[in-house]
């Protein structure tokens, strides 16, 4: 006898942002609707995001805040579904919210605000949820209304649309895999290999003693690295370099380049130096670097110089020169990153080429769909990665 088929319309693989988006905006045009995921608990790395306050969306999309092979495919689905758009759904469930800088919108109270709000759509539009759902043998279907069909938990799914939003491998203590390539790759879809992005770096050598030294100091720079510049905080650690701007230059880094970072990026140091030298001659170097900075880096900045001890008036013009190149131009070769296991995403994934930018639909598959992170569109930080997962998602949606 052959296992009974449970039929929906839509099967939704991940209960993550994307995912539920896409499930509640589907189960609205009177689709049925089911969500599995693997986890015990949806949407957990939206709980955990920004620091547990969720940076939502943020007040400035641009598709130039975002990286693949194809820059063009996120320009649709970004229109059609903005950030304007989720502010609107935000507001009318009465989350409090502040923009932090940049454009950057967080929850006032806590992450979970969101996740409630996109768990309460889904319930009143109808849509099924299963956790501890782990999705195995996913192939066509030939029977009549069901293309795709799945063993969900035990249970033979079938379904006229399967929808991927699986997200990316980064942070797998959070349950992250790499399930959704895996599937892409089954149907012969091309997949671009995914690296961690937006990551803090890690270093060996003498930069990583610095670095250790000067654990838990944070300044703001300039970081310059293939062709990209990043103003922002940086901050040292035990392990290596982080803080948002080493995250943001992060995604574009490969493996062998040099970051070229400007720890005084509002100041012209040489000519600052000049001036000082003439006012204030009995000043030591390490104090003027203090008032710039901070005491700890100026003390272990200079701990192995040769100016160590010198006043302003002890410096040479080249002095002041080479000093001025240090701080302008601190070129910085990481060993590598701290991986998936600290990365708020993962770069590459499905190859935009096999997909509709307009549905998100494989163009070889009918009624197979890819949204959110296991796409290769990859956001900024700064609530661009969840406004690409609302947009994928309604994007989906409208034609699952």
């Known amino acids: 006898m052959t296992e009974m088929?449970?039929?929906?319309?839509?099967?939704?693989?991940?209960?993550?942002?994307?995912?539920?988006?896409?499930?509640?905006?589907?189960?609205?045009?009177?689709?049925?609707?089911?969500?599995?995921?693997?986890?015990?608990?949806?949407?957990?790395?939206?709980?955990?995001?920004?620091?547990?306050?969720?940076?939502?969306?943020?007040?400035?999309?641009?598709?130039?805040?975002?990286?693949?092979?194809?820059?063009?495919?996120?320009?649709?689905?970004?229109?059609?579904?903005?950030?304007?758009?989720?502010?609107?759904?935000?507001?009318?469930?009465?989350?409090?919210?502040?923009?932090?800088?940049?454009?950057?919108?967080?929850?006032?109270?806590?992450?979970?605000?969101?996740?409630?709000?996109?768990?309460?759509?889904?319930?009143?539009?109808?849509?099924?949820?299963?956790?501890?759902?782990?999705?195995?043998?996913?192939?066509?279907?030939?029977?009549?209304?069901?293309?795709?069909?799945?063993?969900?938990?035990?249970?033979?799914?079938?379904?006229?649309?399967?929808?991927?939003?699986?997200?990316?491998?980064?942070?797998?203590?959070?349950?992250?895999?790499?399930?959704?390539?895996?599937?892409?790759?089954?149907f012969g879809l091309k997949v671009y290999a995914p690296r961690a992005g937006l990551v803090p770096f890690t270093l060996t050598d003498h930069n990583k003693q610095l670095s250790e030294a000067l654990s838990g100091t944070a300044l703001n720079i300039e970081v310059e690295c293939a062709g990209q510049v990043f103003r922002d905080d940086m901050l040292f650690t035990h392990r290596g370099l982080s803080g948002p701007a080493m995250l943001q230059i992060s995604s574009y880094w490969q493996a062998g380049q040099s970051l070229s970072i400007n720890l005084l990026p509002d100041h012209e140091v040489a000519s600052l130096l000049r001036q000082q030298q003439h006012e204030r001659p009995k000043l030591s170097l390490k104090n003027w670097l203090a008032e710039l900075t901070t005491q700890k880096f100026a003390e272990k900045w200079l701990a192995s110089s040769a100016w160590q001890q010198s006043t302003l008036a002890q410096l040479s013009g080249a002095d002041m020169d080479a000093i001025a190149l240090s701080l302008h131009q601190w070129l910085v070769k990481p060993a590598g990153t701290e991986g998936y296991r600290t990365a708020e995403v993962a770069l590459g994934g499905v190859d935009t080429d096999e997909l509709s930018s307009k549905t998100m639909e494989a163009q070889r598959f009918p009624g197979l769909f890819f949204i959110g992170e296991v796409v290769d569109v990859t956001g900024h930080l700064g609530g661009f990665n969840f406004q690409w997962a609302w947009s994928s998602a309604v994007a989906a949606a409208e034609f699952v």
């Open 5 to 186: 088929l449970q039929k929906f319309d839509v099967i939704v693989i991940g209960a993550g942002a994307a995912g539920l988006m896409c499930a509640a905006q589907a189960a609205g045009r009177g689709r049925s609707v089911l969500v599995v995921d693997h986890a015990n608990k949806a949407g957990k790395k939206i709980l955990m995001s920004g620091g547990g306050r969720c940076n939502f969306t943020n007040y400035y999309v641009t598709p130039d805040k975002y990286l693949s092979h194809n820059p063009h495919f996120c320009k649709s689905a970004l229109k059609r579904y903005t950030q304007w758009d989720f502010i609107a759904l935000v507001e009318r469930y009465g989350v409090a919210y502040h923009e932090k800088k940049d454009g950057q919108l967080f929850c006032d109270n806590k992450a979970s605000d969101i996740l409630n709000m996109l768990l309460s759509e889904c319930e009143q539009q109808g849509v099924t949820i299963w956790l501890d759902t782990p999705v195995s043998a996913v192939a066509q279907c030939t029977l009549r209304g069901c293309r795709y069909q799945l063993k969900g938990g035990g249970v033979l799914l079938g379904c006229e649309s399967l929808v991927v939003a699986s997200g990316g491998p980064s942070i797998p203590t959070l349950g992250a895999t790499g399930f959704g390539y895996e599937l892409a790759q089954q």
